[in-house]
């Protein structure tokens, strides 16, 4: 039986408004990810973080999925194998598209953590220093975003769908960070055919078998139609 395992990037999100973090106009072109994605920069600068958590909250509450998203839905129900859809991004444009099954390794914006006890809970549009946790009562709310220097999610449900994958696709991701950028090695080892689907090539770029270069939001439902018509 395939198994495919997908990853996306903030490429797969770029069409439907939401900005990527790299590259001209990207959200980390005019401030240090230390300020905003890391835990110490949370400690030093609550009001700094929650603002950028805040804005990105209220603009993914705004935008629509896109032909991409939705391609990747269709595909995790018509595929007749099992897709495992993995995302590096903190929207909920997969979910919007259709998906089902999404591992969100980053997190989301639309979740809340506990800092002191580690509750989670739907967050409010707008976050703010000293928000109480609804367990514990401790002030520490925080978005429920894996920050630089933290542990990303499922990575273990991640890596056993990865060891077993026939197929292995990153799309939308610039291969910047990881372990997220390793993932196309753990598929190569398990000898799946890899592809990356991006506009232009990634930092990891060579470790693929197949590349695929353009807006996703072509690129991406073409590549499942020709999955769906083998
Ligand atoms: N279609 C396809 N790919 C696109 C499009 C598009 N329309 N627009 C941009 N891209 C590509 C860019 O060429 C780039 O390679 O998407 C990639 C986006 O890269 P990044 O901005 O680095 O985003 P990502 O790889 O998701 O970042 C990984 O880093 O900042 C942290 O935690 C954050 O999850 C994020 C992680």
Known sequence: ??????????????????????????????????EVATPEGFAADPAL????????????????????????ARLQRDFPGLVTLVTQNVDALHEKGGSEQVLHMHGRLAGALCATCGHRW???????PGHPCPACTA??????????????????????????CTIFAAIGTSGNVYPAAGFVQEANRAGAHTVEINLEPSAVVSDFAETRFGPATQTVPAWVAELLSN
């Open 1 to 34: 039986m395939e198994q495919i395992v997908i990853l996306t990037g903030a490429g797969i999100s770029a069409e439907s408004g939401m900005g990527t973090f790299r590259g001209a106009g990207g959200l980390w072109e005019n401030r240090r990810v230390e």
């Open 49 to 72: 973080v929650h603002a950028f958590y805040n804005a990105r909250r209220q603009k993914a509450a705004r935008v629509e999925a896109n032909a991409a998203h939705q391609a990747i």
């Open 139 to 164: 002030p520490e709310a925080r978005p429920d975003v894996v920050w630089f220097g933290e542990m990303p999610y499922h990575m273990e449900e991640i890596f056993e769908a990865l060891s077993a």
């Open 122 to 128: 739907d967050a409010p549009v707008e976050m703010q």
